[in-house]
């Protein structure tokens, strides 16, 4: 396998005539670094896949791999391999016969270079060669009973590692992978993440990854850039991104299944009063000031009707997982309806209709200013 390669991305902007795509995005990919572009449809993140590729060229800006430039240099040149949201693969080919592609388009090309190597044994050499390196590779993916088939004959799985085979072929420097997953049905889709993860940490190459899917980003990504409306807006760890993110949009993006967003006022004293009641939270907000108090499903507490503190509110329907599950909550004064994640004992003891109570986590809630920027702990303790 070839050393990993970082990737450098500088001011890199994508127009489509009076339409921005992307809007002067800088990244500092590492080498053997595992980093996932996700966003919603339309953000600009296979845009700028497929410019790192040189599939498409960038309006300005530069791209860099390995530090070397490669503006100028065609997808065959930039020691990459990209895996489709398609597959791509040949219909008529075996699976064999599609994972070989890359290595007999790349010898051909020598061979047209140095006639002396038509012979007839350097010729059968060469296929013996691309047979061992096909069979090591579908040995890796789990396909090698598979090699005698044509696509057609495949499940979805089956030729998402058909096509990871025929990148890992060419022993890239960087793989990139557009939605590769997003094809498959959910339980499949889970398997195949903890695929692609084990890949990744036994080859050691640079993985870019491009998903609308927060939950691939999260549980597969070294560093997660969150892109939206063609900008980068938040570059970080998995843990960094969601403890501290950037604002209101990140945090609300990356919430499964939803971030709930109540209006508050600052209160003073480490509150913030929320429909005419008081809620603790980390920090302070200044007093009369207007902010956003954002927490997530599993940092919603569900209290019983006659508790003290927190905002009253009626169960509006329940969703059973199994071992726990989601109670959408209508809150008076509010027209949005809060979502709690709760274990499966706690959903048993509640039902459509019921009066509870809900406290935000006040040490886990986000606090966001007007403007949708989060107001850090240190900027509420300073306050």
């Given at each position: 396998m070839s050393e990993p390669a970082g990737i450098t991305l500088t001011r890199i902007e994508k127009r489509f005539g009076p339409m921005a795509a992307l809007r002067g995005i800088s990244l500092d990919i590492r080498p053997g670094e595992f980093l996932t572009l996700v966003g919603p449809s339309g953000c600009g993140k296979s845009t700028l896949l497929r410019i790192i590729a040189g599939l498409d060229v960038q309006t300005a800006g530069h791209v860099a791999i390995g530090g070397r430039p490669v503006d100028a240099l065609g997808p065959d040149?930039?020691?990459?391999?990209?895996?489709?949201?398609?597959?791509?693969?040949?219909p008529h080919m075996t699976v064999a016969e599609n994972i070989a592609t890359p290595l007999r388009l790349r010898r051909l090309a020598a061979w047209q270079r140095w006639p002396v190597m038509g012979s007839f044994g350097r010729a059968r050499a060469i296929r013996?060669?691309?047979?061992?390196?096909?069979?090591?590779?579908?040995?890796?993916l789990g396909i090698a009973a598979l090699l005698d088939r044509k696509p057609g004959q495949l499940s979805g799985g089956q030729?998402?590692?058909v096509a990871l085979g025929r990148a890992l072929v060419r022993h890239p420097r960087v793989f990139l992978m557009d939605e590769p997953l997003s094809n498959l049905d959910a339980k499949l889709r889970v398997h195949m993440r903890a695929e692609i993860a084990r890949l990744h940490r036994r080859l050691g190459a640079t993985f870019v990854y491009v998903t609308?899917?927060?939950?691939?980003?999260?549980t597969m990504s070294d560093r997660i850039a969150v892109m939206l409306d063609g900008e980068v807006r938040q570059f970080d760890t998995p843990a960094g991104i969601y403890?501290?993110?950037?604002?209101?949009?990140?945090?609300?993006?990356?919430?499964?299944?939803?971030?709930?967003?109540?209006?508050?006022?600052?209160?003073?004293?480490?509150?913030?009063?929320?429909?005419?009641?008081?809620?603790?939270?980390?920090?302070?907000?200044?007093?009369?000031t207007r902010a956003s108090l954002a927490f997530r499903p599993e940092e919603c507490i569900l209290l019983d009707a006659s508790a003290p503190q927190g905002l009253a509110a009626s169960v509006s329907h329940v969703e059973r997982l199994g071992a726990d599950g989601y109670a959408h909550l209508a809150v008076e004064g509010f027209p949005e309806l809060v979502v709690a994640r709760l274990d499966a004992e706690r959903l048993g003891r509640i039902e459509r209709g019921q009066a509870v109570r809900i406290l935000p986590d006040p040490e886990r809630a986000l606090c966001f200013d007007e403007s949708g920027r989060r107001i850090a702990a240190a900027e509420q303790k300073a306050a």
């Open positions: 040149r930039r020691d990459i391999a990209m895996v489709f949201q398609n597959y791509a693969l040949y013996d060669d691309i047979a061992q390196e096909v069979s090591g590779v579908a040995e890796l030729r998402q590692r609308h899917d927060q939950t691939e980003a999260m403890r501290a993110p950037v604002d209101h949009d990140v945090a609300a993006f990356m919430a499964q299944p939803q971030l709930n967003t109540l209006p508050v006022t600052g209160a003073g004293a480490g509150a913030v009063e929320a429909f005419g009641t008081h809620l603790a939270i980390r920090g302070l907000v200044p007093a009369g």
